[in-house]
C-alpha cells in the first residue's frame, strides 16, 4: 500500500514536471530558452517516472535496469540540450564576420 | 488508486506530447524543431514507464533504453549536419589567415 502511494506521488510529479517543459517549449521566446526549460525538466521528470517504476516492480534485475536507463538519460539529456545551445549561439554569431567572408557563408547555406 | 494515477499521469504526458509536436509543426527555425523532437522522444520514454507500470512488467525497461538512445543520436545527428553547413570562424585558423591575406592582397 505504502509502495502503491509512493509510486503514485511520483508518477504524477514526474509526469508534471514534463508538462511543464511542454509549457516552457512553447511559451518561452528564444531557443536558448527553449532547450534551458526543456533540458533540466525532461532530466528531472524522466527520472521520478523511472524510480516511481522501480518502486513498483519490487525486482532486484529490473532496478539495475532502471538505474542504467537512470544513467543513460541523466547522461545525454544536458548533452543534447548544449550541443543545440552551442550550435543557437554560433548562429547568432555568424553575422560577425568580414566582409570578404560573407560571400562564402550565402553559398554554403 | 495508481491506476487513477496512471490515468492521470497519460492525460498529462499526452498534453506534453502536443505542445511538443505544436512546436515541432510552427518552430520559426530549425533548432526549435529539434528542441521539440528531443521533447517527445522523451515524453515517449515516458509513456512507455507508465505502460509498463500499469500492466507491473519489467520487459519494456531495455525497449526505453534504445528509445532514449534513438531520441539522442537523432538530436546529435541533426545538429551535427547544421554544425557542418555553418563554416567555422576562429581567427587562429588556417583558412580565416589565408583568407585574411588574400583580401590584403586584393586591397
Request: aromatic letters at 6%; a positive charge; glycine letters at 6%.
Given at each position: 500500500?505504502?509502495?502503491?502511494?509512493?509510486?503514485?506521488?511520483?508518477?504524477?510529479?514526474?509526469?508534471?514536471?514534463?508538462?511543464?517543459?511542454?509549457?516552457?517549449?512553447?511559451?518561452?521566446?528564444?531557443?536558448?530558452?527553449?532547450?534551458?526549460?526543456?533540458?533540466?525538466?525532461?532530466?528531472?521528470?524522466?527520472?521520478?517516472?523511472?524510480?516511481?517504476?522501480?518502486?513498483?516492480l519490487?525486482d532486484?534485475i529490473s532496478?539495475?535496469k532502471i538505474?542504467?536507463?537512470?544513467?543513460?538519460?541523466?547522461?545525454?539529456?544536458?548533452?543534447?540540450?548544449?550541443?543545440?545551445?552551442?550550435?543557437?549561439?554560433?548562429?547568432?554569431?555568424?553575422?560577425?564576420?568580414?566582409?570578404?567572408?560573407?560571400?562564402?557563408?550565402?553559398?554554403?547555406? | 488508486?495508481?491506476?487513477?494515477?496512471?490515468?492521470?499521469?497519460?492525460?498529462?504526458?499526452?498534453?506534453?506530447?502536443?505542445?511538443?509536436?505544436?512546436?515541432?509543426?510552427?518552430?520559426?527555425?530549425?533548432?526549435?524543431?529539434?528542441?521539440?523532437?528531443?521533447?517527445?522522444?522523451?515524453?515517449?520514454?515516458?509513456?512507455?514507464?507508465?505502460?509498463s507500470?500499469?500492466?507491473?512488467t519489467g520487459l519494456l525497461i531495455?525497449?526505453?533504453?534504445?528509445?532514449?538512445?534513438?531520441?539522442?543520436?537523432?538530436?546529435?545527428?541533426?545538429?551535427?549536419?547544421?554544425?557542418?553547413?555553418?563554416?567555422?570562424?576562429?581567427?587562429?585558423?588556417?583558412?580565416?589567415?589565408?583568407?585574411?591575406?588574400?583580401?590584403?592582397?586584393?586591397?
Amino acid at each position: 500500500m505504502i509502495r502503491e502511494i509512493i509510486a503514485s506521488l511520483l508518477l504524477v510529479l514526474g509526469s508534471s514536471l514534463m508538462l511543464l517543459a511542454g509549457i516552457g517549449l512553447v511559451r518561452f521566446r528564444d531557443p536558448l530558452s527553449r532547450a534551458h526549460a526543456l533540458t533540466k525538466a525532461t532530466t528531472l521528470g524522466i527520472s521520478l517516472l523511472l524510480i516511481a517504476l522501480w518502486v513498483i516492480l519490487e525486482d532486484d534485475i529490473s532496478g539495475l535496469k532502471i538505474l542504467l536507463v537512470i544513467i543513460f538519460c541523466l547522461l545525454t539529456t544536458p548533452l543534447s540540450g548544449h550541443m543545440v545551445a552551442s550550435l543557437y549561439y554560433r548562429q547568432l554569431h555568424k553575422k560577425e564576420r568580414p566582409p570578404e567572408n560573407a560571400e562564402d557563408s550565402s553559398r554554403s547555406e | 488508486m495508481i491506476d487513477i494515477c496512471v490515468t492521470i499521469s497519460f492525460i498529462i504526458l499526452g498534453l506534453a506530447t502536443l505542445l511538443a509536436l505544436r512546436r515541432v509543426f510552427s518552430g520559426p527555425s530549425v533548432l526549435d524543431r529539434i528542441i521539440g523532437f528531443d521533447a517527445g522522444a522523451i515524453c515517449m520514454i515516458g509513456m512507455m514507464v507508465l505502460l509498463s507500470v500499469r500492466w507491473k512488467t519489467g520487459l519494456l525497461i531495455e525497449i526505453m533504453l534504445i528509445f532514449s538512445l534513438l531520441g539522442f543520436v537523432g538530436t546529435i545527428a541533426f545538429v551535427s549536419y547544421l554544425n557542418t553547413a555553418i563554416p567555422r570562424q576562429r581567427k587562429s585558423s588556417a583558412a580565416w589567415k589565408e583568407k585574411k591575406q588574400k583580401g590584403d592582397q586584393s586591397k
